[in-house]
């Protein structure tokens, strides 16, 4: 495991393999000398050089300082490995021990470390390249000479004898310096598109990560929202729960109550009804005719009925208040969805829309709910009103806050909803509802659909699966958002931007009639 993370600690960061003669630039990054020297050739010509790990800029070239404590250590580390020698290049002369090649000569066909490449420089037959395994590479498969020229017609690297005896005679040749400076000069035109791509990237990903944030946080806002809300809307409900359970108790003990006096007072009835059958009872069993005939208010005895309706009138008043609880149980649930209004429960808000900004050619309800597609409706010419399109916007703006209000597209083929700037343009035929950068709209044309904004269009996949559509405004965070109100709702399209003036709701109709069906604010 030690070995695995030195060996990581010890790789170059542009090869990926072990440090060959290291060098280190000016801020403290090392890296083999042959691989930071084609690097640095690469960015000559481009205004400067940088590091390739850190990005530090440099006007001049920088110089390569030696690291001589990290070659050791690269020794040492590669001394310590079985095997890994040999997939190093050492210099051929450094027979005692193994020091890397910095240099090859094809003329000579060995390998050169920094000491033994000073003495090769003073000789200018000895063609000198950088390292590699395999010399033959560098010499031509047929004439077995060095590779000196560049057809350009083969696009191929060629000796002298390929040039005057071999298959490339008469071909346009260059010499391999000025073909691989031409290449190097294609190499860094293509190395500005890579570069140019990347940092494009680059910009994509933290403009994404920077949206993803502010979701995050705004679904962190929400649950804490939400959270809040439950907690409020349980106590309100343990509240009207209380309360109308204090109404039910309090409504049985006093039924009970009542009953319990019914029902005592009928006692007290029948102890004198039975008192009264006793006596009848007893006159009944008399034989002396005289002592019955003279028993008085026998009359009275069987009057009952009188009483028995009074009981029967007091007990039809007893029973519970049921449309009472049932008053106060609704009442209080529509005050406890009243008073949710700061959370997600929203009321509704009035939408309507403005003539003085429709088309001539459209005619605008009563209510100012709907448009549809008429005939000239001689409406004065004002620079509001729009003149190339059958548009019109809403007599509201939104500079803040959320908003969604939904539009009831059902009786037209042919129309745009959406939002835009009051400062869009009234007379020119850029006016039309998401053909510029000042508006955003979701359009149907037969059975085609589509979002808008900024004249680029994005075909929707399907047709709508309904006719009632939803427009969502979070001007703040920057969106408007498209949904189709099925079951479950879909969304279709959610335009993003920072918005600069406030939004009007606005209404295109080509065929039919569109109308404005509800909203909400938030």
């Not at 990054?29 to 590091?51: D, M, P």
């Not at 000196?148 to 005896?165: A, F, Q």
Request: proline share 3%; aromatic share 6%; hydrophobic share 30%.
């Amino acid at each position: 495991m030690a070995s695995a993370g030195l060996r990581e600690e010890l790789e170059c960061s542009i090869c990926l393999s072990i440090y060959t003669d290291p060098v280190t630039l000016r801020c403290g990054h090392n890296f083999c000398r042959g691989c930071i020297h084609r690097v640095l050739a690469t960015q000559e010509g481009s205004g400067g050089y940088s590091c390739p790990e850190c990005r530090e800029a440099f006007q001049e070239r920088p110089a390569l300082q030696r690291n001589i404590k990290l070659r050791n250590i690269v020794e040492n580390f590669l001394s310590t490995q079985p095997g890994q020698e040999e997939s190093q290049v050492f210099c051929s002369h450094c027979i005692h021990t193994p020091v890397p090649a910095v240099r090859s000569c094809l003329l000579c066909e060995v390998y050169l470390c920094e000491n033994h490449l000073r003495v090769h420089k003073k000789s200018p037959e000895h063609v000198l390249c950088d390292p590699t395994t395999s010399l033959e590479d560098r010499k031509c498969s047929t004439h077995k000479k060095i590779l000196e020229y560049y057809c350009t017609d083969d696009s191929s690297c060629i000796c002298v004898s390929c040039c005057l005896i071999g298959k490339h005679k008469g071909h346009q040749m260059e010499s391999l310096e000025e073909a691989s400076e031409k290449k190097k000069t294609k190499l860094r035109d293509f190395l500005q598109e890579v570069m140019s791509l990347r940092e494009e990237n680059e910009k994509r990903v933290q403009s994404l990560e920077e949206r993803r944030r502010k979701a995050q946080e705004k679904a962190a806002d929400e649950t804490e929202t939400v959270t809040a809300l439950f907690i409020e809307l349980r106590r309100r409900l343990e509240e009207l729960e209380k309360r109308v359970l204090s109404d039910l108790t309090r409504q049985g003990e006093r039924v009970s109550l009542y009953y319990d006096d019914v029902i005592r007072q009928l006692e007290i009835k029948k102890e004198e009804l039975s008192r009264k059958m006793r006596h009848i009872e007893e006159l009944c069993n008399m034989t002396d005719p005289l002592t019955v005939l003279q028993e008085s208010h026998t009359g009275d005895m069987c009057d009952t009925e009188e009483g028995d309706n009074e009981d029967r009138d007091r007990h039809d008043g007893g029973d519970l208040d049921v449309a009472g609880i049932s008053h106060t149980l609704h009442t209080g649930l529509s005050d406890v969805m009243s008073g949710m209004t700061g959370g997600i429960y929203i009321q509704p808000a009035d939408i309507s829309l403005d003539v003085n900004t429709a088309r001539d050619y459209l005619q605008i309800s009563d209510d100012r709910k709907s448009a549809s597609r008429a005939g000239r409706q001689n409406r004065p010419d004002t620079a509001e009103r729009f003149q190339d399109w059958p548009q019109v916007l809403s007599s509201q703006r939104f500079s803040s806050g959320r908003h969604y209000w939904e539009v009831d597209v059902g009786g037209s083929e042919s129309w745009t909803v959406g939002m835009c700037y009051p400062s869009i343009d009234r007379r020119e035929g850029q006016s039309l509802i998401g053909c510029n950068n000042k508006s955003w709209g979701l359009d149907r044309s037969g059975d085609q659909y589509s979002v808008r904004h900024d004249n680029k269009m994005i075909r929707l996949p399907d047709k709508l699966p309904s006719d009632r559509v939803r427009i969502y405004l979070d001007y703040e965070v920057g969106q408007i958002s498209f949904y189709a109100l099925c079951d479950p709702i879909r969304h279709l399209h959610t335009f993003t931007a920072t918005f600069t003036e406030p939004l009007h709701t606005a209404l295109g109709v080509w065929r039919g009639c569109v109308k404005i069906s509800g909203g909400n604010q938030k």
